[in-house]
């Protein structure tokens, strides 16, 4: 559950992608004239081998405040604000406690986010003019930060991720990749909630931390791979032009890789 929600590694999201969380000055993307809209339950099936698994996220909220998440009804996050920042995340199975992660902030940067677990883990963010340049993910072993992975992370004017390169080194041996994104012109499903948790956030079929919403990326792994892989994303929007139905394609075996149903309050 810790994982899937945030610690963006190559074995979660098999992505991912980031933004800057100095984007606004509070903790929604508010645009004047705009109805906020929130993300009530995702629901999101994974294919894999002939089978798949399919979990449900329900969101609660409390004046427009996400209060927590509770997925396929055992797994539950619990938020703590410290006004529009997030200062840490509960986490509960069956309704006991398993754990936390505790945000740490330079100004109203997010800095770190520190994971307790077996080992705990880390991921360290790094900006460059106000955006985010780099993220750090890995463990503490003896008080020291093992780095696993580290993202590079390029964007278009429109703050939409372009490319990442991932030294990642999971296996033992240091591996580079990259990855190319193209987006469509719509509404993120999560364009109005809070953005450092559209930092962290991360499914099969989406990602809080881009403008708009992909529709199609370049896979090279590893990066000295001449032709790339490529997968789509074939989206259905509702009338406010935000995505409902997400489903994930390889494009080289036109098989579905997951389907992502998003419903809104």
Known sequence: MRKSVLIKSLCVFCVVLFISCSNDDDGKDNTSNEKSVLIKKITETVYYSGESDTSIMDFVYENGVLKSVTTNTRYKTEFVYDGEKISKLNYFRDNVASGSAVFHYNGDFLSYIYSEGNPDEKTEYSYVNGVLATEKIGYIDENKFIIQSE??????????????????????????????????????????????????????????????????????????NEVPKYYINDIVYNNDNFPIEIKKISKESNNVISKTVIEYQ
């Open 151 to 224: 993202l590079s992370i390029s964007y278009d004017k429109t703050k939409n991720i372009t490319q990442i390169i991932n030294k990642s080194s999971f296996t033992g041996s240091e591996i580079i990749s990259k990855e190319n994104y193209f987006y469509d012109n719509k509404n993120n499903p999560m364009k109005f909630m809070n953005k450092y948790y559209r930092m962290v956030f991360i499914s099969e079929g989406f990602s809080g931390q881009t403008t708009n919403n992909l529709v199609s990326r370049e896979s090279y792994y590893p990066i000295t």
